[in-house]
């Protein structure tokens, strides 16, 4: 009989890594809820017909009643809330987002059970506790995985913006400006916009033969700058333009940094609106337009 017995000095050692690639069949209700989110973008779970818990991902059994079979598919809304999350920050094989992203255990809407996957749409350092989410499902060549839902992205409503300030928060003298550089870019981009290509516009050598010398910004391309300050901060979300008006005083050039403002100047209490004077400043502080807007404030809630 040979001799097995070997010494230290016999073996070797070869480095190196070995992948075991494999498949295996979801089985009948797996595949039932993959294939309704690939194909029906559907969430689907499952209800066990004994305690009536609704399953997600679906199961054929329930854990306290598995002579009990699960058959009762129920379509569920895609909703939910944050439970638990974590940010990944560092890579791994095999993972489904580039880090940093959330991971994120959702308690779905009409389910009795949480599923892990992905919310996007929130900064990590804003991710919360009971956020509520929904699922956002993979619009081209969606995957016979879990992943045939993209992500679950924040739901958004009415309530979740914080209107401006009421007719009754309003004060004479209140004042906000927004203040933006006006590039080659912009210009040509408002000339599509508005289809207005003026060559005193978007052609140097014809505006040099101008009074101006060199190309000019289109009038409403400054003018339009009061926009954010009416809408976005006085008095804010929920404001409706009613009435505007503008006198230019000087051009505005290619690179201008344009200030615009507006100032409560009078609260019209018959209708509860609100008159707003509209200044717009370049960056030597020389005024290029005047004008005013009647707006109404949003309504307090």
Not at 9 to 36: C, H, M, N, W
Not at 91 to 104: C, K, R
Not at 259 to 282: D, F, G, H, Q
Request: proline share 7%; net charge negative.
């Amino acid at each position: 009989m040979a001799d097995l017995n070997f010494s230290d000095e016999d073996a070797f050692v070869i480095e190196g890594k070995l992948a075991l690639p494999y498949q295996y069949f979801a089985g009948r209700t797996g595949s039932r809820f993959i294939t309704a989110l690939r194909d029906e973008k559907k969430l689907l779970g499952i209800r066990c017909r004994e305690c009536e818990k609704v399953f997600v991902p679906p199961r054929s059994a329930c854990e306290r009643h598995i002579e009990a079979r699960c058959e009762e598919w129920v379509e569920l809304p895609g909703t939910g809330a944050v439970r638990q999350f974590t940010v990944v920050r560092y890579p791994e094989p095999h993972q489904p987002a580039e880090p940093p992203y959330i991971l994120a255990l959702i308690d779905l809407d009409g389910a009795d059970s949480a599923l892990t996957h992905i919310v996007r749409g929130v900064a990590p350092s804003e991710m919360r506790v009971g956020l509520k989410v929904r699922a956002v499902f993979a619009k081209k060549d969606p995957p016979s995985t879990i992943m045939a839902i993209d992500h679950f992205a924040p739901e958004v409503s009415a309530t979740d913006y914080e209107l401006g300030y009421s007719y009754d928060e309003l004060e004479v003298g209140m004042s906000a400006s927004f203040t933006k550089t006006i590039s080659e870019t912009d210009v040509y981009l408002f000339a599509g916009i508005s289809g207005d290509f003026n060559p005193m516009h978007v052609n140097e050598e014809f505006a040099r033969t101008t009074p101006f010398g060199t190309r000019i910004a289109h009038g409403a391309l400054p003018y339009s700058l009061i926009a954010p300050v009416l809408g976005m901060k006085l008095p804010g979300l929920g404001t409706v333009a009613l009435e505007m008006s503008v006198r230019f005083k000087a051009p505005t050039f290619f690179g201008d940094t344009i200030t615009a403002r507006a100032t409560v100047a009078e609260k019209l209490e018959a209708k509860r609106r609100v008159r707003m004077e509209c200044v717009w400043t370049n960056q030597d502080g020389k005024v290029v337009a005047t004008g005013h807007a009647v707006v109404i404030p949003p309504p307090k809630l």
